[in-house]
């Protein structure tokens, strides 16, 4: 058996970027750097998780970019989890030895949570009435394993511009942009993807394009704790 431990998370990168209201390329850089360095991996399995639902309205509170009570209604946001993997153990254990394994931890760049915050203390703060509201802001919940983010995922940040008004106008970003090219994971080249974000990541639909499985609040949070598989 084992026990539970909140043993230490990796650190930010020191490098890490972010930019305000780009989550998902904040989220994306992110996991590129814990999936190159074999200490992270070695003990932690990373998932980049997409929030939003069919109504794309999503309530959580403790947002940085809230103006009132924290609370900010999305219509979507991303977040990285990294959870750990199972502990191995010793063919010489005792049977009654206790072994200690690591608890997930959440990065939210827009949270004024910690950064990275342990799972069970995320929930409460983000999500305090877990879904005791309104069911149009409930939250779903698509993890994906980091590793095919980065091989599918594609943005040309269209969703960020403003429609133009007239023909004599040109399309402004919603907000200033990253200064590094857009991302485009290796695969998503490959098949010349140009922006996969909304149709395979932040849809909340089943179809052949998405990637990862969708869970609700209750189950996500089991997912968190371990007693939920992958499967």
């Known amino acids: ?42 003990v932690w399995e990373p998932f980049v998780v997409f929030i939003s639902n069919t109504t794309k309205s999503v309530a959580l509170w403790n947002q940085k970019a809230a103006e009132v009570d924290g609370l900010v209604v999305w219509d979507y946001h991303v977040v990285l989890v990294l959870r750990p993997r199972p502990p191995k153990i010793q063919e010489d254990a005792q049977e009654d030895e206790l072994i200690v394994a690591p608890t997930t931890w959440i990065y939210d760049f827009d949270s004024q949570a910690d950064l990275p915050c342990q799972y069970e203390e995320y929930f409460s703060q983000t999500f305090p009435f877990g879904n005791e509201f309104s069911p149009k802001y409930h939250s779903l919940f698509r993890i994906v394993p980091a590793q095919v983010v980065l091989e599918q995922f594609a943005s040309d940040r269209s969703h960020m511009l403003r429609p133009a008004t007239s023909a004599d106008e040109s399309s402004e970003y919603l907000s200033p942009p990253p200064p590094y090219p857009v991302l485009c994971g290796s695969q998503a080249k490959e098949r010349r993807v140009l922006t996969n974000l909304m149709s395979s990541f932040v849809s909340m639909e089943d179809s052949t394009e998405t990637f990862g499985n969708v869970l609700g609040l209750s189950a996500f949070v089991e997912w968190c704790s371990g007693s939920l598989t992958d499967e």
């Open 1 to 42: 058996m084992y026990i539970r431990s909140w043993l230490s998370p990796p650190p930010l990168p020191l490098d890490a970027v972010y930019t305000p209201f780009y989550c998902e390329e904040n989220i994306y850089l992110l996991a590129q750097s814990f999936l190159e360095s074999n200490v992270v991996i070695s």
